[in-house]
């Protein structure tokens, strides 16, 4: 699990708006990133995915990750998504191509 955080923080933490621009996360002690929150089942996800296209593999990121997010309201809305400031949604092919690279031995 170190690998992939090391490599989430070295390719996604390094450009999120929510960064200094050293990569340190600025979010407060109220705030999770849902990037770190969720990693073992955005692992998951990437793993036991069929498919090797990042946008097919984005659509069961929401439906895994998203349908379970506290954020994501009842009526299936989510502010987050709505506002774009969503970390998964906003860096989702980074994230799944950070992974496999680690997968692969290259981070």
């Known amino acids: ?3 992939y955080l090391a490599a989430i923080k070295q390719n996604v933490c390094s450009i999120c708006v929510d960064s200094t621009s050293h990569g340190v ?8 990133c849902a990037v770190e929150y969720y990693l073992p ?6 793993h036991t995915s069929e498919s090797e296209n990042n946008a097919e593999i984005y659509k069961l990121l ?13 009526a299936g ?7 774009a400031n969503c970390s998964l949604d906003r ?4 994230i799944i191509e950070a992974i496999k ?3 692969a031995g290259k981070i």
């Open 1 to 3: 699990m170190n690998n």
């Open 25 to 32: 996360c600025t979010l407060s002690d109220k705030e999770v």
């Open 41 to 46: 089942q955005i692992i998951n996800v990437i």
């Open 62 to 74: 929401k439906e895994t990750i998203c349908e379970n997010c506290h954020e994501h309201g009842s």
């Open 77 to 83: 809305s989510c502010y987050l998504h709505d506002d």
């Open 91 to 94: 860096y989702y092919s980074i």
């Open 101 to 103: 690279k680690v997968d």
